[in-house]
C-alpha cells in the first residue's frame, strides 16, 4: 500500500495568496494529522480528524488557517491570506484505531512565503 | 502535561564507532507510548519504533536498539556500528492513553557520521 501522499512537495507563494496543501492518508486509517516544522518551535501539532470529523484544532495558529476532510481519502490545509512567517514544512500523518499508535508521515510540504 | 527531552542537540562521531541519543519523558498516565522517528536530510519523518509502556524489554533490530528505563523515565537509542547513511535527525516521541493518539515530539539530534 502507498504511504501518506502530499502534494505539493515544494510551494513557493507571495504574501497574501492564498495556499492549499494537500493530503491522502494511508487506506484505512481512521485519524489524519497535520503537522508544521520549523527552526525555531519544533513539530507542532495543527489539526487532527477522526473518521472525517476534526477533533481538535487548538494547535491551528490563527483563523488565516482552516482545514477540511471532505471524504477519508482526502484532506486539505488552507492558508489565507498567506504571511512569510508561515514559511515552513507541513506533514501530515495518518493512523489506524484503536490499539495501533503510530503515525505514519507523509514526505511533507515546504512551504516559502515571500 | 507531557514532555518529551532531547538534550542532546547535535551529535558527530566517525564511521563505525557506536552512538547513544537520549530520551527523557514526563507523563502522569501509566499508559503511553514512545516513538523514535529519523529524519534524513531529504526531509521525510520515517518510523523506527513504537514502545508501550507496559513493554520494558530491549529491543534489537539490525544496528539499531532501544533502552526503554521506566525507572529513569528514559527511552534511549543506540546505533552500533555507525554509518554514513545514518546521518540524520532524530526524534523521540511521546503519546499519552487518552490523549487522542497526539504526539509530542522532542526537539530532536542532529546525528553526523563522518566518513
Known amino acids: 500500500d502507498a504511504g501518506v501522499i502530499q502534494s505539493p512537495r515544494h510551494e513557493v507563494t507571495e504574501m497574501g495568496q492564498e495556499v492549499t496543501l494537500r493530503c491522502k492518508p494511508i487506506s484505512g486509517h481512521d485519524y489524519l494529522f497535520w503537522y508544521r516544522q520549523t527552526m525555531m518551535r519544533g513539530l507542532e501539532l495543527l489539526i487532527y480528524f477522526n473518521n472525517n470529523v476534526p477533533i481538535d484544532d487548538s494547535g491551528m495558529p490563527e483563523d488565516r488557517f482552516s482545514a477540511k476532510m471532505p471524504n477519508a481519502s482526502f484532506s486539505t490545509l488552507k492558508i489565507q491570506p498567506s504571511e512569510p512567517r508561515d514559511s515552513a514544512v507541513y506533514f501530515c500523518a495518518s493512523s489506524l484505531v484503536p490499539g495501533q499508535e503510530t503515525q505514519y508521515f507523509g514526505p511533507g510540504t515546504r512551504l516559502l512565503v515571500l | 502535561a507531557q514532555k518529551v527531552t532531547q538534550a542532546q542537540t547535535e551529535i558527530s562521531v566517525v564511521e563505525k564507532e557506536d552512538v547513544t541519543l537520549d530520551c527523557v519523558y514526563e507523563?502522569?498516565?501509566?499508559?503511553?507510548?514512545l516513538f523514535w522517528y529519523k529524519q534524513p536530510p531529504s526531509g521525510e519523518l520515517v518510523f523506527l519504533i513504537r514502545r508501550n509502556s507496559f513493554d520494558e524489554q530491549n529491543e534489537i533490530s539490525g544496528r539499531y536498539s532501544w533502552n526503554f528505563q521506566k525507572s529513569t523515565s528514559s527511552f534511549n537509542f543506540t546505533i552500533t556500528a555507525s554509518q554514513v547513511v545514518d546521518s540524520a535527525v532524530y526524534f523521540c516521541?511521546?503519546?499519552?492513553?487518552?490523549?487522542?493518539?497526539?504526539?509530542?515530539f522532542g526537539s530532536g539530534t542532529q546525528l553526523t557520521v563522518l566518513p
Open positions: 507523563t502522569r498516565d501509566t499508559t503511553y507510548y
Open positions: 516521541a511521546l503519546s499519552e492513553d487518552g490523549s487522542a493518539r497526539q504526539l509530542t
